[in-house]
Structures are given as structure tokens and as C-alpha cells.
């Protein structure tokens, strides 16, 4: 199994600024997954990030908004940038092991 | 491609009563499919988790699913709600067992229980 922790839990951040949220796995894990959850919806991907090389974004998601770091096998963070009302969700950070995945507690984060 | 679908936005279902949620998925290959609950303002909860071995799944709670492979279905099924069932359910789908495997969300079924 994986255990994975998150920082900040929650934020409340002004419109304009930046958030960098930590994502850190007690595993070993070739990729880590970021995953948005708006008000009321399911969670969509928003990249992958494989340790050594650049995150791998989904339809809809720009690093320039969304820079992942993947520094070791073990944390990656995902930086919200510009932050504008409609970036308010969670973002949960999952990855897969042993063919179960294992997410996140997640960071609720409100854009004023 | 690979999809999920939650046939139903919202269940509501009286207390005592069988609850069944559906999943279709479509997949090119063997899948894992797997069942989360998620209950307001909490984290994700795995329910329980398909991977190739027997069809009918047991979770946690009393919840349980078959994984029917010529209806491409995965059904979630308790044959007695409790209030404590009302949150969020969502179907998911992962292709490939490592590390590198994506998995994909179905849009979730909003589960009520009436007393």
C-alpha cells in the first residue's frame, strides 16, 4: 500500500497569486497523477508526472498554469498559478501500486 | 479508447431498501475496475476493487459488485441501505497493473437515502 500526504490541506488565496502544493508518498512510485476536483464534480486528470522528465498534461491543462516538479520518486508538487475564482477546487495527487491506486488526502483550495 | 460510464447522477433510495449504482466501462483490454465513496468534505474511500479474479466483488460496508464482462458492466449493489450510505459514488477504471498506469473517473452518482 502507499500513504500520501499533501501541504497545505486548505488555502484561501487572493486572485492573481500563485499556490505550490506538496505531494509526498512514503513509496517508491515511477509516476504520480494530479487530479482537480471542482465543486460538485468527479476528479479530472490534469497531468502525470514521471520522475526525470517533463509532466505530461491532458487536454485543457498548460504547464504555464500548472508546473509540476518531480524532483525524486517520492515527491512531486503542483504549482497553481494565476489564480483566478474558477481555479477554487481540491487537487488530490494519486499514484498507482500493485494495480490499486492511492490518493491523496487533497487541498481544498478557494481563489477570492 | 477507454471510458467510464455512471448510467445515473443521483440514486435515492429509502433506508432498508437494495441500492444499485450503475457502471459501464469500454476498454481494449482487461481492466481494473474499482469503486470509491467519497462523503462530504472527506477524502476518497475505496469501496472495493475488481482485478481479474472472481467476478463478484465484497467491500467494505456491506457493498458489494460483479464485474460482468459481456455487459461491460460493473454494478455496485447493498441489498440494505443504512443513512450513513448517502455520499458520493464513483466508478473507476485503470488499464495495466504498473506504476504507470492512468486511471479514469466516471462522473459519480450523488447516492440519498430517505428515512
Known amino acids: 500500500s502507499a500513504v500520501i500526504s499533501q501541504k497545505p490541506s486548505r488555502d484561501i488565496c487572493q486572485r492573481g497569486t500563485s499556490l505550490t502544493i506538496q505531494c509526498q508518498v512514503d513509496?517508491?512510485?515511477?509516476?504520480m497523477f494530479w487530479y482537480r476536483q471542482q465543486p460538485g464534480q468527479s476528479l479530472t486528470l490534469i497531468a502525470t508526472?514521471?520522475?526525470?522528465?517533463?509532466?505530461?498534461?491532458e487536454s485543457g491543462f498548460v504547464i504555464d498554469k500548472f508546473p509540476i516538479s518531480r524532483p525524486n520518486l517520492t515527491f512531486s508538487t503542483l504549482t497553481v498559478s494565476n489564480m483566478s475564482p474558477e481555479d477554487s477546487s481540491i487537487y488530490l495527487c494519486?499514484?498507482?501500486?500493485?494495480?490499486?491506486?492511492?490518493f491523496g488526502p487533497g487541498t481544498r483550495l478557494t481563489v477570492l | 479508447a477507454q471510458s467510464v460510464t455512471q448510467l445515473d447522477s443521483h440514486v435515492s433510495v429509502s433506508e432498508g431498501t437494495p441500492v444499485l449504482l450503475r457502471c459501464n466501462y469500454s476498454s481494449s483490454y482487461s481492466p481494473s475496475l474499482f469503486w470509491y465513496v467519497q462523503h462530504p468534505n472527506k477524502g476518497l474511500q475505496l469501496l472495493l476493487k475488481?482485478?481479474?479474479?472472481?467476478?463478484l466483488v465484497k467491500g467494505i460496508n456491506g457493498f458489494e459488485a460483479e464485474f460482468k464482462k459481456s455487459e461491460t458492466s460493473f454494478h455496485l449493489t447493498k441489498p440494505s441501505a443504512h443513512m450513513s450510505d448517502a455520499a458520493e459514488y464513483f466508478c473507476?477504471?485503470?488499464?495495466?497493473?504498473?506504476?504507470?498506469?492512468?486511471?479514469?473517473f466516471g462522473s459519480g452518482t450523488r447516492l440519498s437515502i430517505r428515512p
Open positions: 473507476v477504471v485503470s488499464f495495466g497493473y504498473s506504476s504507470a498506469s492512468k486511471i479514469i
Open positions: 475488481y482485478t481479474s479474479a472472481a467476478t
Open positions: 494519486s499514484v498507482t501500486l500493485g494495480g490499486e491506486q492511492f
Open positions: 508526472a514521471n520522475q526525470g522528465s517533463e509532466a505530461t498534461y
Open positions: 513509496s517508491q512510485v515511477t509516476m
